[in-house]
């Protein structure tokens, strides 16, 4: 079936048009199911290298990682906060910095907020190159069949 109304200079109905929207779009659909695959990872894209899933996998361990900082920054706060100072043991006084616990709180909120900036530069570096690609490939696409010697003319 033909999508081309069938005479050129004749303007087409309305009914024609959404006719001929709907059988677009069910085409645009299929092929982005087809370029998608299975839990968005085709076999083209798997062994092709069109696309990396590096960035992707970098931000999903920069989460995991976000999770798992905060997560013993807090079980430190909380033993911290919590705690008892462990005085006397036996003959010998048991000591450890002898700071409030508020004073230790904000150290440990201090360490936190700073080792939460490094492990995100630290994940971005990574993905730097992944997104220098992205960019130049982005202007390739754009370029398409032009070299570089037509456009310094």
């Known amino acids: 079936m033909s999508t081309q109304p069938e005479q ?21 659909r299929r092929a982005a ?7 968005g990872f085709s076999e083209e894209s798997f062994f092709n290298f069109g696309r990396f899933w ?8 920069y989460f995991l990682g976000f999770l798992v900082l905060n997560g013993l920054l ?27 616990p508020i004073i230790s709180v ?3 909120l201090a360490f936190g907020l700073c080792a939460n900036i490094s492990w995100r530069i630290i ?3 990574f993905i730097i190159p992944f997104r220098i690609y992205e960019v130049l490939r982005s202007i390739d696409g754009k370029l398409g069949d032009m ?3 037509d456009i310094i003319k």
């Open 33 to 39: 199911k087809r370029e998608r695959g299975f839990l």
């Open 74 to 100: 807090a079980m430190a706060i909380v033993i911290e906060a919590f705690s008892l100072p462990l005085g006397y043991a036996g003959y010998e006084y048991v000591s450890r910095l002898q700071l409030p």
């Open 147 to 149: 070299h570089l010697r």
């Open 8 to 28: 050129p200079g004749k303007p087409i109905s309305s009914e024609e048009l959404r006719r001929q929207m709907e059988i677009l779009d069910q085409e645009m």
């Open 123 to 125: 994940c971005e570096l």
């Open 54 to 61: 590096a960035s992707g996998l970098i931000k999903l361990v």
């Open 106 to 108: 904000v150290g440990y």
